[in-house]
């Protein structure tokens, strides 16, 4: 594999004479010299740049930019360039669990687009929004709400965030466009050379079906902007869940470790079929237990919530046995017309009911003919399959310790039947149990395959022993075959060295493209393992 040249923090003076430039742009109040102020307010209300669940300075921005348009992107480019300042690209910078808004080089300067908040255009007759990088899920619910559309939009667990960003990192929600990659059509680019790109349909100036039509004419090229640093995304089209005539929101129930296999390879057929329609998320029994609402069971958990602790699974069987819950438990909806609804449910009863075991509860909106259900209706949820935004999640970061704490995410992609997932699951429990930490599933099931994510809770007094044990869920995940579909700033080389198909081709083809669309590494240096590689090295690897 070729070597690669890893950018360098850019010297003070530098720094200071592209602040001086980009006020020029902005005006100052739009640059921050110093990461310490600037962003978007986040958790105790800091409006810092870098990793709020971390004490290290490893990835610690050097200051942030926040230009408000298109055009003003395309200057901070040419400056950076001109400068050879290191950008790191965020939109809202609330990739909580991923490294907020840190960057891979220590010293880059944030630019931060979430001054940049316009919600372009928003159709409810095509189900469509188009948006720029600073719009959050909030956001989007409220202008909803407030034009009285019937329109469902997906929401992640946290509505915070923003929609663009969350969609290039190949995040998801819970309607049946809850696959945002998926459900993503048009984009618009400022490449790292300042110059500005359509893709698809946008390719043609005013060209009506943009948000329409993702595949254009030629290769399709919004592949290259996810997960990469090859150009900086400015807008994107979105589709969006037309609201339902009927609505059930379903939990399946399963009572032994076990169970996961069938519950996994039942829940994926049925999305094969087209009876479910949104991604099912499983929870394991403590994350049941953790945000329940049942006092005496947070007093057991208590006990044992602590730095260098773990609740026992003894513990947490009792508790389950207690409350008559299962070890599993998974959620999702159903969305149909009038006449639908009654038959999905029958069918979800048939299908898991060879389970032993299994208990399945629902919350049912049978709706009218012709009339659509309303957000209103439905108040908030616990997952919000019917895209209403909350924050309510946040809470259990200081689960751990109440002088502050946080969250890391592992997210192996792994087959649907569930056998594969029960394999993996085994490994990365023990794995955390022996690290002394709690393991909290947030598995989110598709047709053909789940994302396991295993979201792991720490103090920030176990930062490196959390970050030890990352480091062995990656290496473990990859000698039964598989990687994250997204990870922490601190692990983004060590993932991409997983992909080592043909002496990792796929690498140095990547490089091939960052040298030449981005000859000085300026823009995201080290995004997803992507570096600014000597082109001759790169040839000679490709044989070219």
């Not at 290191?86 to 960057?103: E, F, H, Q």
């Not at 997906?154 to 998801?172: C, E, H, K, M, Y």
């Not at 200081?398 to 995410?409: A, K, L, P, Q, V």
Request: proline residues 6%.
């Amino acid at each position: 594999m070729s070597s690669h040249t890893r950018s360098a923090a850019p010297d003070t003076k530098t720094l200071e004479e592209f602040f001086n430039d980009a006020a020029s742009v902005l005006g100052e109040e739009n640059v921050s010299r110093t990461p310490e102020h600037g962003a978007l307010n986040g958790l105790q209300n800091s409006d810092s740049y870098g990793d709020s669940f971390s004490t290290v300075t490893t990835h610690q921005p050097s200051g942030a930019v926040r230009p408000k348009s298109v055009e003003e992107v395309q200057e901070i480019v040419k400056l950076a360039n001109r400068h050879k300042v290191p950008l790191w690209t965020v939109s809202r910078g609330k990739n909580l669990g991923y490294g907020g808004s840190s960057a891979v080089v220590k010293g880059s300067v944030i630019l931060d687009l979430h001054r940049m908040n316009k919600i372009i255009e928003l159709s409810e007759e095509y189900g469509y929004a188009i948006v720029e990088p600073g719009v959050s899920f909030f956001d989007l619910y409220e202008e909803i709400q407030r034009r009285g559309l019937n329109l469902w939009p997906s929401v992640p667990a946290i509505g915070w965030g923003s929609v663009l960003g969350n969609t290039v990192d190949r995040g998801f929600g819970y309607t049946p466009n809850g696959e945002h990659s998926q459900s993503q059509c048009g984009m618009e680019v400022v490449l790292p050379n300042g110059d500005l790109l359509r893709t698809g349909m946008g390719a043609v100036k005013d060209n009506k079906t943009f948000p329409l039509y993702k595949g254009g004419f030629g290769p399709g090229l919004d592949g290259l902007f996810y997960q990469s640093n090859l150009g900086i995304v400015t807008k994107i089209g979105i589709h969006i869940t037309p609201a339902p005539e009927a609505y059930a929101t379903v939990e399946v129930s399963v009572p032994r470790e076990e169970d996961i296999v069938p519950l996994v390879g039942t829940l994926s057929d049925l999305m094969r079929r087209s009876i479910i329609l949104n991604s099912p998320s499983i929870a394991n029994i403590f994350r049941i237990a953790l945000t329940s609402q049942v006092p005496e069971v947070h007093a057991k958990l208590a006990q044992y919530m602590k730095p260098g602790s773990y609740v026992p699974y003894p513990v947490l069987e009792e508790i389950r046995r207690d409350q008559n819950w299962g070890f599993w438990r998974a959620y999702f909806s159903l969305y149909g017309s009038v006449e639908m609804l009654p038959a999905l449910l029958a069918t979800i009863k048939r299908a898991f009911s060879g389970i032993q075991g299994v208990q399945i509860k629902w919350r049912e909106f049978p709706g009218k003919p012709g009339e659509a259900i309303t957000a209103a209706e439905i108040n908030e949820e616990e997952i919000p399959h019917s895209g209403i935004p909350t924050l309510a999640p946040l809470g259990i970061v200081n689960s751990r310790s109440e002088t502050g704490g946080g969250h890391i995410d592992y997210s192996p992609v792994i087959p649907a039947s569930g056998r594969e997932l029960y394999e993996w699951y085994l490994t990365a429990k023990q794995r955390t149990m022996d690290a002394k930490f709690d393991f909290f599933a947030d598995f989110h099931v598709y047709p053909r395959y789940v994302i396991g994510i295993e979201l792991i809770i720490y103090t920030l007094q176990e930062e490196a022993r959390v970050h030890q044990l990352c480091r062995h869920l990656v290496q473990d995940g990859a000698q039964q075959g598989y990687i994250p579909y997204r990870t922490h700033v601190s692990y983004m080389d060590n993932v991409a060295r997983k992909l080592d198909f043909n002496h990792s081709s796929f690498s140095r083809f990547v490089g091939l493209m960052k040298h030449t669309l981005d000859p000085k590494g300026i823009l995201s240096p080290g995004k997803s393992g992507i570096w600014y590689r000597d082109v001759s090295e790169v040839m000679s690897s490709l044989h070219l």
